[in-house]
């Protein structure tokens, strides 16, 4: 039976609070004034399309690009002021499962997923695989620890990363482009594995996708972005009704020529660098 | 600090309680190897366990293990609902021997 997207309510202080983000690459501004929130227990999905900033904000929120200006906050912590040290704690409450796994091709599945727990724990050798093949039974790899990562199918590989962003508890999961590339079945199976994760672990979930039916299923929350702005944040159902024509555009995949900035292109096609 | 266990029925009975997390998990494996070890029949008592994560429940499965493997008796009790969805997702709920309570148990014998 499908698991329901808000089986939990949402409670307490934001896990992660941005605030007036704004950020650039190479001079070009690519997120402007963005601010959104998530809760304890929510799953905060992010969309756009290609281009929307979403991967960047997703960067910034990882401290792995420096914003121009506005702030990040996790666990109440402004991730901008933090040492070496304390980016170090702060990151072991932190999973993340990146686009392409990211898994280490030289070491097993099992290996990958026991990685975080060898670099981070001085936990019994024991324990650390016990809560490593857990964690692949969880996310139904139960196994194939002993798989190399070239091994396994696109759907396989998600989970192996959903399983070593796991592996030591995390309270905030960051989720880049679940379904992407999977066929409808393996993405839904994906989904709902998500939802039983957060469902059992009470965990905050950032999802950045640009697959309309997974963020649907799975969000409490949704930020549309759009040229590096919040077009809206809210639940699936005002989503839905959104009167705002550009949101509307996204759900229904219409497609609209962006006005263009004329001095910007020319710009763009004529600054070449001897 | 490390948990207690008391004798009861002929079972050795380690009392978990607060957060079994990262930092006391060790210690729950080592009151509950230390008991098995001694042959001891094992009764874990979590009705105190406010949050138990994946190293907590390591150290359960490590000891249910053990207890199988040398003939000994090994169940939970009082696992509260948050424990429980944590077993859940793992489908250890299915393997585990879990009881209401440790009277539970306890009443029907060694």
Same mark, same amino acid.
């Given at each position: 039976m499908a698991t329901m997207g808000a089986a939990i309510e949402p409670t307490g202080d934001p896990v992660v609070d941005v605030r007036n983000l704004s950020a650039t690459y190479t001079g070009r501004p690519v997120l402007e004034d963005?601010?959104?929130?998530?809760?304890?227990?929510?799953?905060?999905?992010?969309?756009g399309g290609s281009g929307s900033g979403k991967s960047t904000l997703l960067r910034c929120l990882l401290? !792995?690009?420096?914003? @121009?200006?506005?702030?990040?906050r996790l666990f109440g912590q402004d991730i901008g002021g933090l040492g070496t040290?304390?980016?170090?704690?702060?990151?072991?409450?932190?999973?993340?499962?990146?686009?392409?796994?990211?898994?280490?091709?030289?070491?097993?599945?099992?290996?990958?997923?026991?990685?975080?727990?060898?670099?981070?724990?001085?936990?019994?050798?024991?324990?650390?695989?016990?809560?490593?093949r857990m964690k692949l039974e969880m996310v139904n790899l139960g196994?194939?620890?002993?798989?190399?990562?070239?091994?396994?199918?696109?759907?396989?590989?998600?989970?192996?990363?959903l399983a070593r962003a796991l592996v030591m508890d995390p309270g905030?999961?960051?989720?880049?482009?679940?379904?992407?590339?999977?066929d409808t079945v393996v993405a839904a199976d994906l989904d709902e594995l998500i939802l039983r994760i957060r469902n059992a672990m009470q965990i905050s979930l950032v999802v950045v996708t640009h697959e309309l039916e997974s963020a649907?299923?799975?969000?409490?929350?949704?930020?549309? !972005?759009?040229?590096?702005?919040?077009?809206?944040?809210?639940?699936?159902?005002?989503? @839905?009704?959104?009167?705002?024509?550009r949101?509307?555009? !996204?759900?229904?995949?219409?497609?609209?020529?962006?006005?263009l900035d004329t001095e910007a292109y020319l710009r763009r096609l004529t600054d070449i660098v001897d | 600090m490390g948990f207690p266990v008391e004798k009861k029925q002929g079972f050795s009975v380690v009392v978990l309680n607060g957060d079994v997390d990262l930092s006391r998990s060790p210690d729950a494996r080592r009151a509950i190897m230390k008991s098995l070890k001694k042959m001891h029949n094992v009764l874990v008592d979590m009705s105190a366990v406010d949050y138990i994560d994946s190293s907590g429940v390591a150290s359960l499965v490590e000891g249910f293990q053990y207890a199988r493997s040398n003939s000994l008796e090994f169940g939970l009790t009082g696992v509260s609902e948050a424990a429980m969805n944590v077993l859940r997702l793992a489908r250890l709920d299915q393997v585990f021997p879990i009881y209401a309570s440790l009277d539970e148990r306890l009443a029907t014998g060694a």
């Open positions: 963005v601010s959104l929130q998530v809760r304890q227990g929510e799953i905060m999905v992010i969309m401290g !792995l690009h420096r914003p @121009r200006a506005g702030l990040v040290r304390q980016w170090a704690v702060l990151r072991k409450k932190m999973g993340v499962a990146f686009q392409g796994g990211a898994l280490f091709n030289s070491m097993s599945v099992g290996e990958n997923v026991c990685l975080p727990l060898r670099e981070h724990t001085r936990l019994d050798h024991t324990t650390m695989r016990i809560m490593s196994g194939f620890e002993h798989l190399m990562p070239a091994q396994l199918s696109g759907g396989m590989l998600k989970r192996a990363a905030l999961l960051f989720f880049d482009e679940p379904s992407a590339g999977l649907f299923k799975i969000a409490d929350r949704i930020t549309v !972005l759009d040229q590096g702005r919040i077009l809206m944040t809210g639940s699936v159902a005002e989503l @839905r009704t959104s009167s705002i024509p949101v509307q555009q !996204l759900l229904t995949r219409t497609y609209e020529e962006q006005p | -």
